[in-house]
């Protein structure tokens, strides 16, 4: 990559230079999935509630590595909580149901730290490490509080959030079976089906390194409920615009072949997620798909879609190559020819033609969809759970192997794609059409 960038460098203007820096970093943040500032500011706080934990034991409870320090084996005095009492609230902490948010994550934080190591006195990070610097700077405004007064008060703030928590499980005991935990997505379960909506409709639904996380988590929690169905679909108009082309972040040039390794890497897992995923799985298409919103719908079982949504994988303008599996499934859905017209020509299908390829199943009037879709699943739902799945894995286990294979290959050869010049140059005139207008 540094070969690619010193060649696009020299010789250009300061202002071309700059505006290949802008390009740079847009790619790279299509391409990252861990550089995104927000994501990643909000990410470990929103793990401590999901499945992952990867910041599990450094963020505001860190129980379980914890080594407490002696002086912290006290019992309660009349100033403050016991040790037991602080304990007992970071046990809690992890119980919560409800994400208390960032704010107040940041303020668990920051007291954890206070009472167990005192007043902070390691180095401030720098300003693009957005979430130590706001962690440190939590803790850093505590001041010289004493310890015990920041254990009581982290005891205090969690006991609120707890009452809290119980109070409305009480008042509504089912909090109309929504999934908390997800920012990008809106998950619920009902009736026997899980239900994955992508949550960017202002967006169209352009998933970002955040979305692909968030969808892998959603499917690995699906995969283990007792729900018979899940069904993915988008909020609003779109079913999704495919990859995310807009964010932007600042990376140094000699970051970008590392974060292009990690985003086939993300690409890999995620598609894997669909190969792999053990129960019937259903694409509601509310809207246009493109992209990878296209090329994975092979991957389901089922593909209903609304008589206005379209299908476009313009893979070629973007200067990138196919995914998905499509390069497999496609040709063997739709025949060679018709796979070549949408995969390398970006040829975009309506509803009806998507349906003749046998990429959908079935295609009903927009006015009608949700009800048509809804109600047949729901029917679909009341059948022998286990009679599907093992029916599901016995059709996807002839070809499974196949397609992790074609996944492997697929995501080393977009890798080197999006380090292209003819990937840059695309993503470049997306981002600059609207200053054109
Ligand atoms: C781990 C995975 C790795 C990556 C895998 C690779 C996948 C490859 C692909 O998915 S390729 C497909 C990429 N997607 C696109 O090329 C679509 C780009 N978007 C568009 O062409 C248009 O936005 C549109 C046709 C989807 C909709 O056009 P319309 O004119 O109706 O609306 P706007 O363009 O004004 O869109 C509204 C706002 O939404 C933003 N937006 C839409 N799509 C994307 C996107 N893919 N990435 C980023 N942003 C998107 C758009 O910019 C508008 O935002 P704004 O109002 O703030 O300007």
């Known amino acids: 990559m540094a070969g690619v960038t010193g060649r696009l460098v020299r010789g250009w203007c300061p202002r ?8 740079l970093t847009s790619i790279l943040q299509c391409l990252s999935f861990t550089f995104l500032p927000v994501a990643k500011f909000t990410q470990p706080f929103r793990n401590h509630f999901g499945n ?5 034991r450094n963020l505001f409870c860190p129980s379980s590595s914890l080594q407490v320090p002696a002086q912290l084996h006290m019992s309660k005095t009349a100033m403050g909580a016991s040790q037991k009492d602080f304990e007992s609230a970071m046990n809690q ?19 954890y730290k206070q ?5 902070c006195s390691t180095p401030k990070p720098g300003v693009f490490d957005l979430i130590n610097k706001a962690k440190w700077d939590a803790w850093n405004a505590l001041g010289n509080l004493p310890k015990e007064t920041a254990r009581q008060n982290y005891v205090d703030l969690v006991s ?10 009480q008042v509504k005991p089912e909090a109309d079976r929504e999934q908390a935990g997800y920012e990008t997505l809106v998950m619920t379960s009902e009736d026997g089906i899980t239900k994955i909506m992508l949550n960017r409709p202002t967006k169209m639904n352009a998933l970002t390194t955040q979305m692909y996380q968030e969808i892998m988590l959603a499917l690995e929690a699906a995969s283990k409920d007792d729900s018979t169905i899940t069904v993915l679909t988008g909020n609003g108009s779109y079913f999704s615009s495919g990859n995310d082309l807009t964010n932007f972040t600042h990376i140094s040039p000699d970051e970008i072949e590392e974060k292009a390794r990690r985003g086939a890497i993300l690409l890999r897992d995620f598609v894997g997620c669909f190969i792999d995923f053990p129960k019937p799985l259903v694409a509601a298409v509310n809207g246009p798909a493109v992209g990878i919103s296209v090329t994975i719908l092979r991957l389901f079982d089922l593909v209903y879609a609304s008589d206005r949504a379209t299908f476009h994988t313009p893979f070629s303008h973007l200067g990138q190559t196919p995914e998905g599996c499509s390069s497999y499934t496609f040709p063997k859905l739709m025949g060679p020819g018709k796979a070549a017209e949408m995969l390398i020509f970006g040829k975009k299908l309506t509803a009806a033609e998507a349906c003749a390829q046998g990429l959908v199943t079935e295609v009903f009037p927009d006015s009608t969809f949700q009800k048509e879709v809804w109600t047949r699943l729901k029917a ?14 016995m059709i996807r286990n002839h070809e499974k192997e196949k397609l992790h294979a074609t996944n492997a290959e697929e995501s080393r050869i977009l890798q080197e794609r999006w380090l292209s010049d003819e990937c840059m140059n695309a993503i470049m005139n997306f981002l600059s059409r609207k200053a054109k207008m």
């Open 380 to 393: 679909y739902s009341k059948l022998p759970r286990n009679a599907l799945r093992i029916s599901k894995q």
């Open 93 to 111: 902490v992890k119980l919560l149901e409800k994400d208390p948010g960032n704010e107040v994550k940041l303020k668990l934080y920051a007291l």
């Open 16 to 23: 071309a230079v700059r505006r290949l820096s802008l390009l």
């Open 160 to 169: 609120g959030l707890s009452s809290s928590s119980d109070s409305s499980s």
């Open 115 to 119: 009472a167990t190591e005192g007043p």
């Open 52 to 56: 992952h934990c990867w910041e599990r």
